[in-house]
């Protein structure tokens, strides 16, 4: 269903209000807390500069790590305060105290055009298990809502989807709202020729998303160590490799019933180990040694993959086909990122859903270059597998 997203407010919704923002800044620090990719915070800023035009006082909330519930220094939201204020050009006011008492009279002292970020919601003790006496001690704190994590909407947390029942309005933010119109748009009305392509680790994992685009798809290209599982299930030797024999009854159903619709790398790049990159060596699939496993799709594959994502005009993308981190087993995943880079240029819609799947895009400065990149990596997979978000259902319905 359609939500009703920031955008839908009216001035008078707006002005003056405290606007309670569910933003996800959820960020990698290094050990001495500095942020090492600000990505989601760059995120957050549309709605935030959309929130200050129409005159409202902010109110930003995060979590961030996994604190077990109680304050852990460790996953204080203070970079981010700062971080916000020198890209924001705002004064950005942090509330330290995780009392929530503390937190109202803050929320109450904001002026018009203010902006405050209260410390990580994940160090209160209701926020995972949704306690709906944080979730309405939470809703005090704003006369309307915003919520624009995406990626924490697949979680019922206080924060996320339990303030929403307290309080109205509660509306989509711009992060969120361009996240289920790329992610959706694919899934309900794509431009064809329309091509998936799936890697990562574990079949066990993508399963649900392979049932729910299996019937969409014009091709479903699946790469990394889950190609490994389908290998054993069609007979092959697969080494050392990575293979889930409890899912191998499952691939070889998968492959009755998808036909010509589910390719599999043709060759693989194999080594002894991921540390002996020296022993690395492409092999047809039907040549997997016995002693070596299977690191990343051949070039022959990333060369006939790119030519499928080249002939697509929607192409969505979850899991690195090989060991991205690791080279030389980056190469079939950065062509298949380099593939899309040039498919945009060609005016396909390209997404790319997953956490490792962005990381390797932004590695190779391809990021830019995509349609959409995801800033959920849990959260895009579940609405891919068809899944309602419990931080978006709880939103008011589009008018
Ligand atoms: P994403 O975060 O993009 O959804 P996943 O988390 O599902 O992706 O999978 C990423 C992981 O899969 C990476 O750590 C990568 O090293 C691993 N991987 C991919 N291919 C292989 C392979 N052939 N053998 C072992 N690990 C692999
Ligand atoms: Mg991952």
């Known amino acids: 269903m359609t939500k009703r997203n920031v955008r839908d407010l009216t001035e008078q919704e707006a002005r003056g209000k405290r606007a309670l923002v569910r933003a996800d800044f959820n960020i990698p620090l290094d050990d001495n807390r500095e942020i090492t990719d600000d990505t989601r915070i760059r995120a957050a800023l549309p709605t935030i500069e959309l929130l200050h035009k129409l005159g409202a006082r902010i109110v930003l909330l995060s979590h961030l790590g996994r604190p077990k519930g109680k304050p852990d220094l460790r996953y204080s939201l203070l970079p981010v305060a700062n971080r916000l204020a020198e890209l924001t050009g705002r004064k950005v006011c942090f509330v330290e105290s995780t009392d929530t008492d503390e937190a109202l009279q803050a929320t109450r002292a904001l002026e018009d055009g203010e902006m405050l970020l209260l410390e990580n919601t994940r160090f209160l003790g209701g926020e995972e298990t949704n306690d709906p006496r944080l979730a309405r001690a939470l809703a005090e704190l704003g006369d309307f809502f915003v919520n624009d994590a995406f990626g924490a909407a697949h979680r019922a947390h206080a924060s996320t989807a339990g303030v929403a029942e307290h309080l109205r309005p509660a509306v989509a933010g711009l992060l969120m709202q361009t996240e289920l119109d790329y992610l959706g748009g694919a899934l309900d009305e794509p431009e064809r020729p329309f091509v998936a392509i799936l890697g990562g ?11 729910k685009l299996l019937p969409k798809v014009d091709a479903l290209l699946i790469g990394g160590a889950m190609a490994c599982t ?14 889930e024999e409890d899912r191998v009854a499952m691939a070889k159903d998968l492959l009755a019933r998808a036909g010509t619709r589910i390719t599999l790398p043709h060759d693989a790049t194999v080594a002894r180990s991921i540390e002996d990159a020296k022993s690395a060596h492409d092999v047809p699939r039907e040549g997997i040694p016995r002693d070596e496993a299977m690191f990343d799709i051949g070039p022959r594959s990333a060369a006939s993959f790119a030519r499928a994502i080249a002939s697509a005009r929607t192409v969505i993308w979850n899991g690195p086909m090989g060991v991205s981190e690791t080279p030389p087993f980056d190469a079939g995943t950065l062509a298949v990122a380099l593939a899309m880079a040039h498919a945009t240029k060609g005016g396909a819609t390209t997404i790319v859903g997953g956490g490792d799947s962005a990381a390797a895009c932004a590695k190779a400065g391809l990021d830019k270059r995509m349609s959409h990149v995801s800033t959920g990596g849990g959260a895009s997979l579940e609405f891919l597998e068809g899944k309602p978000l419990p931080g978006v259902e709880a939103l008011d319905a589009a008018r």
Do not use: P
Request: aromatic share 8%; hydrophobic share 40%; glycine share 12%.
């Open 230 to 243: 389908f290998y054993r299930a069609m007979g092959l030797e697969t080494g050392k490799s990575l293979v």
């Open 201 to 211: 680790s574990k079949i066990s994992g993508k399963i649900d998303v392979i049932e």
